[in-house]
């Protein structure tokens, strides 16, 4: 699971419990300049695409870390896809963010607001 806040010009993505061992970060922070956008796509959350390099991947438990694929690299963090939201990226090292969180709408909204100050 991932709390997310903002600070300064920051989003700030934070890594709870166990899903640190499991993606091997305990914090991503995002410039808001560089977020295009934020959607719930259940089905593109599924299951990962690319090659894991590192992180973890059990089939119907949870996808969490760094998967790369054509050239772009993803984030991914996890367990409940219908908890899941992506948050697409521009000029970052990362092209996109897939994330659970408690309350998805909640935090699309929350991002959208931020982006469009």
């Known amino acids: 699971m ?8 920051n989003m700030i993505l934070t890594v709870k419990g166990m899903h640190k061992l499991w993606t091997l970060k305990s914090e991503l922070i995002i410039p808001i300049e560089q977020i295009e956008g934020a959607r719930i796509n259940p089905e593109e959350a599924a299951y990962p695409k690319g090659w894991r390099s590192p992180g973890t991947y059990i089939p119907g438990l949870i996808t969490a870390g760094t998967y ?4 772009n690299k993803v984030f991914w963090d996890v367990c409940n896809k ?3 939201i992506i948050i697409d990226l521009k000029k970052n ?5 897939v994330i659970e969180v408690n309350d998805p709408q909640n935090a ?9 100050n």
């Open 68 to 71: 790369r694929a054509k050239g």
């Open 2 to 9: 991932i709390e997310i806040k903002f600070k300064d010009k």
């Open 93 to 97: 090292d990362y092209k996109s963010i």
């Open 82 to 84: 219908e908890k899941t």
């Open 108 to 116: 699309v909204n929350q991002i959208s607001k931020k982006i469009k």
